[in-house]
C-alpha cells in the first residue's frame, strides 16, 4: 500500500472547558483539502457498516454491507480504515454534506457489554437516518469505536445535520439511547457538540471548519498504530483498545462504491 504523500505538523484537539467545543491547535495543511489518498489499493467496501437490514431498504439512508462479524476482534486501526475515513471526509464535503457535529456514545457505561457496541451504533445510526430522511434532509457520516480500560466501549460519530433539524436530533437522542439498551439514560453516556467554536461555522466560516474538522478527525484516528499516527501528524496517540466487530465505518452514500462511481462519472 502506497503511503500518503503529505506530512502533517502537529495537530491537537483542544476541549473548551465550558462548553467541549472543539477549537484549532497549529496546523499547516488540511486533510479535506490536502491530503491526497491512493484509493486504488483499497478493499471495496472494507469499511461499510451492517444495521440489520437490506443495504439499499431506505433511500439515501447510508448503510453498508454485511461485514460485521460478531466474532471479529481487532486492536487497532489499520491503514486501509484510516484512508477510507479520510476519502469520505473529504467526499462528503465535496458533495455539500461537510460533517458538522461529533456525538460520542460510551455504550459500556449505558450498560452494554463490549459485544454489543456495534449493534447498539448501527441501531442509533439507523434511528438518526430515519429521523433525517423523514423530514427530507440527507446525512453523511464516520464512526470509529474505541475500548479499553477506564472509558470502556464507546463510539466517535462525526455526521453531516442540516442545522434546522440539530435540536431536533439532539431532543431524541436520549430517548433512542433507552429504546437501544433497555435502561434509563445515565448521565454522561452521549456527548454531542459542534465542529467547530459555533454551530454554524460551516457555513459562516469554511476555513475555520476545516480546520476544526481536521482536529476533530485526527482526534478520531488516535487508535492508529505509531508509525501511521506519524505520517498523519496524530499527536494524541492512545491505544485504540479491544473492539469486538466493527471498528469503523462510513455512510454508504460516501464509501467507496460511491467515491468511484463519481470519479467515473463524466465532466459536467
Request: glycine share 10%.
Amino acid at each position: 500500500m502506497t503511503k500518503p504523500k503529505d506530512q502533517h505538523a502537529s495537530l491537537k484537539l483542544h476541549r473548551d472547558s465550558g462548553s467541549g467545543e472543539v477549537s484549532i491547535g497549529e496546523a499547516t495543511a488540511s486533510i479535506v483539502e490536502n491530503l491526497r489518498i491512493a484509493e486504488a489499493g483499497t478493499k471495496a467496501a472494507v469499511d461499510t457498516i451492517t444495521l440489520g437490514v437490506a443495504a439499499n431498504s431506505v433511500p439515501c439512508s447510508g448503510r453498508g454491507g454485511a461485514r460485521n462479524r460478531s466474532n471479529r476482534e481487532s486492536h487497532a486501526l489499520k491503514r486501509s480504515q484510516v484512508e477510507n475515513l479520510l476519502a469520505a471526509t473529504r467526499f462528503a464535503y465535496e458533495i455539500g454534506l461537510p460533517f458538522n457535529r461529533m456525538i460520542t456514545v460510551h455504550w459500556e457505561a449505558a450498560g452494554l457489554p463490549l459485544s454489543d457496541m456495534p449493534r447498539a451504533t448501527g441501531h442509533f445510526i439507523d434511528l438518526l437516518s430515519k429521523n433525517m430522511l423523514r423530514r427530507g434532509a440527507q446525512i453523511a457520516w464516520i464512526f470509529v469505536h474505541e475500548g479499553g480500560e477506564g472509558k470502556g466501549g464507546h463510539a466517535h460519530i462525526i455526521v453531516h445535520i442540516a442545522d434546522d433539524l440539530i435540536d431536533v436530533v439532539t431532543k431524541a437522542q436520549k430517548r433512542w439511547l433507552r429504546a437501544i439498551t433497555g435502561i434509563p439514560y445515565r448521565r454522561g453516556v452521549i456527548c454531542t457538540r459542534p465542529i467547530g467554536p459555533r454551530r454554524g461555522v460551516e457555513v459562516a466560516n469554511p476555513p475555520l471548519h476545516r480546520e476544526n474538522l481536521e482536529t476533530t478527525v485526527l482526534y478520531i484516528l488516535k487508535g492508529v498504530t505509531p508509525e501511521l499516527a506519524g505520517e498523519l501528524g496524530v499527536t494524541k496517540l492512545e491505544p485504540g483498545g479491544k473492539v469486538i466487530g466493527k471498528r469503523c465505518g462510513t455512510s454508504q452514500n460516501i464509501g467507496p462504491k460511491a467515491r468511484a462511481k463519481a470519479r467515473r462519472a463524466p465532466a459536467a
